[in-house]
T-cell receptor, first 113, second 112 residues
Framework: KAGVTQTPRYLIKTRGQQVTLSCSPI?????VSWYQQTPGQGLQFLFEYFSETQRNKGNFPGRFSGRQFSNSRSEMNVSTLELGDSALYLC????????????FGSGTQLSVL | GESVGLHLPTLSVQEGDNSIINCAYS??????FIWYKQESGKGPQFIIDIRSNMDKRQGQRVTVLLNKTVKHLSLQIAATQPGDSAVYFC???????????FGSGTRLLVRP
């Protein structure tokens, strides 16, 4: 089985721009979660989707949004980028039931200049 | 990934020794715990998990211990190898929350 695939691998943007990141989960997995990883804050939960519905959301401003498609693929969008948005954005997938392990992709490294 | 862990606590061990990585979790209602390993340039990789109704679980060369009284989790790696060098994170899940809460991580360095 192919693992979780995230594209692009690296991205450089400037302040004020917007960005869209993509995630393809493991085949058969219906839940996709997004996490932000920074040296200062560690790994922080952004949101989780299951069957195109957001089930949980972390404490991030409204500039961070996401969606999930009928084939379980997911995208996250960050609008009006700030320098502090520079981070590794990780996507994880699971079958979709609570209390189960998540499988992570390699992430998208976003740099905001 | 490249941006991980510039100021992480570090555990340095000799190749062949046993390693113990500790973690304090935050919520007494958490019912599922996972240890992840993250190598440079990669996402977290699942190592082992344990549910709150257990206090010990063993895998291949790894053991996880759970002490719910003091909200403490530990990961023991037997006969540590150079390939074990990485950052290790514990994570907890509250039932029905669908989100992982990660600890701050520990960097493991294995000396040859």
């Amino acid at each position: 089985k192919a693992g979780v695939t995230q594209t692009p691998r690296y991205l450089i943007k400037t302040r004020g721009q917007q960005v869209t990141l993509s995630c393809s989960p493991i085949s058969g997995h219906r839940s996709v979660s997004w996490y932000q990883q920074t040296p200062g804050q560690g790994l922080q939960f952004l949101f989780e989707y299951f069957s195109e519905t957001q089930r949980n959301k972390g404490n991030f401003p409204g500039r961070f949004s996401g969606r999930q498609f009928s084939n379980s693929r997911s995208e996250m969008n960050v609008s009006t980028l700030e320098l502090g948005d520079s981070a590794l954005y990780l996507c994880a997938s699971s079958p979709g039931f609570s209390s189960e392990k998540l499988f992570f992709g390699s992430g998208t490294q976003l740099s905001v200049l | 990934g490249e941006s991980v862990g510039l100021h992480l606590p570090t555990l340095s061990v000799q190749e062949g020794d046993n390693s113990i990585i500790n973690c304090a979790y935050s919520n007494s209602a958490s019912d599922y715990f996972i240890w992840y390993k993250q190598e440079s340039g990669k996402g977290p990789q699942f190592i082992i998990d344990i549910r709150s109704n257990m206090d010990k679980r063993q895998g291949q060369r790894v053991t996880v211990l759970l002490n719910k009284t003091v909200k403490h989790l530990s990961l023991q790696i037997a006969a540590t190898q150079p390939g074990d060098s990485a950052v290790y994170f514990c994570a907890e899940i509250l039932d029905s929350s669908y989100k992982l809460i990660f600890g701050s991580g520990t960097r493991l360095l294995v000396r040859p």
